[in-house]
T-cell receptor, first 112, second 115 residues
Framework: DAKTTQPTSMDCAEGRAANLPCNHSTISGNEYVYWYRQIHSQGPQYIIHGLKNNETNEMASLIITEDRKSSTLILPHATLRDTAVYYCIVRPPEGGSYIPTFGRGTSLIVHP | DSGVTQTPKHLITATGQRVTLRCSPRSGDLSVYWYQQSLDQGLQFLIQYYNGEERAKGNILERFSAQQFPDLHSELNLSSLELGDSALYFC??????????????FGPGTRLTVL
């Protein structure tokens, strides 16, 4: 399964866009990129996922580079409630067992 | 509210004991995942069941076991507990009809403290 690399921590001012990068240079053509976040000791929460095209939902936007080796999660107007650990994971295609690997994620701190 | 329920919320027990954690997935979800999260290890995948069958196994200790019942709820059994087993245990469920529909919905977790 493709591995992901994320910065350990980032910070962002409230109201500004938060751009969280993820490197997945060994991703294969049919593996999906999923993003989750975990607010202090709560269960992780799904944010968004994508394969090739950029995706947007009510929570965030996901930009995947053309070579698919990296992606960026964008929170367009970060609020204090967006302070959390953000995880980027790669989901392989069907067939074979899949070991979800969340890693350490990026700890995002949104400050006033 | 993710729709995934876990019981109990908190569990305090002693070393050497055995406990059972319970998870009820979202309605319609066939897949259940179990994770362990301790302070120094991050979120670690333990095991996945799909429609009653074991589908994938992570670094789950032999002292731990799980099963998924016909009504799709799942139980994680932890035995011969050690201090190091103290952690948050999360359950997640998904439709898991394929990689594009494998969004995992997590429960609130069970906090296990082993004294």
């Amino acid at each position: 399964d493709a591995k992901t690399t994320q910065p350990t921590s980032m910070d962002c001012a409230e109201g500004r866009a938060a751009n969280l990068p993820c490197n997945h240079s060994t991703i294969s053509g049919n593996e999906y990129v999923y993003w989750y976040r975990q607010i202090h000791s709560q269960g992780p929460q799904y944010i968004i996922h994508g394969l090739k095209n950029n995706e947007t939902n009510e929570m965030a936007s996901l930009i995947i580079t053309e070579d698919r080796k990296s992606s960026t999660l964008i929170l367009p107007h970060a609020t204090l409630r967006d302070t959390a650990v953000y995880y980027c994971i790669v989901r392989p295609p069907e067939g074979g067992s899949y070991i979800p690997t969340f890693g350490r994620g990026t700890s995002l701190i949104v400050h006033p | 509210d993710s729709g995934v329920t876990q019981t109990p919320k908190h569990l305090i027990t002693a070393t050497g004991q055995r406990v059972t954690l319970r998870c009820s997935p979202r309605s319609g979800d066939l897949s259940v995942y179990w994770y362990q999260q301790s302070l120094d290890q991050g979120l670690q995948f333990l095991i996945q069941y799909y429609n009653g069958e074991e589908r994938a196994k992570g670094n789950i200790l032999e002292r731990f076991s799980a099963q998924q019942f016909p009504d799709l709820h799942s139980e994680l059994n932890l035995s011969s507990l050690e201090l190091g087993d103290s952690a948050l245990y999360f359950c997640a469920s998904s439709v898991d009809a394929g990689p594009s529909t494998d969004t995992q919905y997590f429960g609130p977790g069970t906090r296990l403290t082993v004294l």
